[in-house]
């Protein structure tokens, strides 16, 4: 109940899926929350259900591919707790719209590039120096399978979380001389609402985990330990949650 006594972290896309699913695991651990969604009810929700099992939240609106709003957003949870020791990537994900290069609509490109990889780097950029500042503190990215293994039919997705891994491993090298650590977690098949929406069970990349879909508190718990203290040494890593889709 008290891996994260004492720190505070922001979550994005803490709205729904694996970013709720992972500030609920933060919170039951001690952690005191900014969750962060573009669906202000949704993190609304989050907070109120954080704080009837006693934990603390503060929710915010944010576009995260909005430098504007990133801003505003870390400084609004900073002027409530102080500092920010965790920071949790997750708001994205892809969409029906995607494809391969030669199909998929140049907006949804652009679009997923600036929510997936842009909205990552943007809130990086304005937490790292905080964190910095405060002595050093945990950045988990969500990136995916796809941009490990090769898959077919969402490129632009593919790309963007693409960038999330390797970004998130120069971040890695550059800032562990502060004790800022940077790591990606890499799911395959995630039974999010969204997810169970567009991804049937005979999908190919459905097929392939070994150990059957994951559900997000199974991503929740690898991002709860590489938030704590116990990871104290793990930087610039890549873990998958993929139910074995890999070696298939
Ligand atoms: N579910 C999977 O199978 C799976 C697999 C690999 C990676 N991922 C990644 O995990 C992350 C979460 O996916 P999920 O399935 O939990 O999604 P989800 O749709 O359940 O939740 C995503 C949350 O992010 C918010 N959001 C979307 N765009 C935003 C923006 N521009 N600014 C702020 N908030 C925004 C949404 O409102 C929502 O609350 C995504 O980055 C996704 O790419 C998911």
Redesign the pocket.
């Known amino acids: 109940m008290d891996r994260l006594d004492g720190k505070i972290a922001l979550v ?10 992972t500030a609920l695991a933060l919170s039951r651990e001690g952690a005191r929350l900014i969750l ?4 202000l009810g ?2 609304g929700e989050v907070a109120a259900e954080v704080e009837r099992a006693g934990g603390e939240a503060l929710a915010v ?6 430098e504007a ?1 990133v801003d505003a957003a870390v400084r609004d949870g900073l002027a409530r707790f102080g500092q920010i020791d965790v920071l949790v ?6 969409s029906m719209n995607d494809g391969p290069v030669t199909e998929l609509d140049l907006e949804e490109f652009w679009r997923t590039i ?3 990889l842009f ?1 990552t780097l943007l809130t990086c950029r304005r937490v790292i120096p905080e964190m910095v500042t405060s002595g050093g503190g945990s950045i988990i990215n ?5 941009a490990i293994i090769g898959t077919h039919g969402a490129d632009a ?1 593919t790309a ?2 693409g960038g ?1 891994l390797s970004m998130s491993r120069a971040m890695a090298m550059q800032w562990a001389k502060h004790n800022v650590r940077v790591n990606v ?11 169970a929406a567009f ?1 049937k069970p005979d999908d190919p990349i459905y097929q392939k985990s070994l150990l059957g ?2 559900e ?1 508190e199974d ?1 929740a718990s690898l991002a709860l330990f590489l938030a704590s203290d116990e990871a104290r040494k793990i930087t610039g890593t890549v873990m998958r ?1 993929d139910g074995g889709a890999s070696i298939y």
Do not use: F, W
Request: charge should be neutral; proline fraction near 5%.
């Open positions: 994005t896309g803490a709205g729904n899926g694996i970013g709720k699913a962060a969604d573009c669906q949704l993190a609106q944010v576009d995260v591919s909005d709003a990537n997750s708001a994205g994900g892809g600036r929510v997936d909205g969500i990136s995916s399978l796809r997705y963007s979380k999330v977690l890499a799911p395959g098949v995630v039974l999010t609402e969204r997810v991804i879909p994951s997000p991503v949650v």
